[in-house]
């Protein structure tokens, strides 16, 4: 699998490390059920079959998070954006 970085160009996934859904809201810490809550989002995780957002971080490159949207059925890579960037719209 090649992963298109927007910085460094198209580079093999071994340059990337995973880390976990892209879609999910952190948990608001103030709330009475806060540890719950954070329990949920940590460890309980769906196995979508199809394009699903996720982080990835370029650790052997520029160091960007990004967000890549991939279909978990096949591998294709939709598309790239750093989370940042992500973030702002």
Not at 21 to 37: H, I, Y
Request: aromatic share 12%; hydrophobic share 30%.
């Amino acid at each position: 699998m090649r992963i298109r970085c927007p910085f460094c160009g198209e580079r093999d996934v071994h340059e990337f490390t995973y880390l976990g859904d892209a879609n999910g809201t952190r948990p608001d810490p103030s709330v009475a059920d806060a540890a719950e809550q954070f329990h949920d989002y940590v460890y309980l995780r769906d196995n979508p079959a199809g394009p699903h957002r996720e982080y990835w971080y370029h650790g052997a490159g520029c160091h960007g998070w990004l967000v890549v949207e991939r279909d978990t059925r096949t591998h294709e890579i939709r598309s790239v954006a750093f989370a940042h960037e992500e973030a702002a719209q």
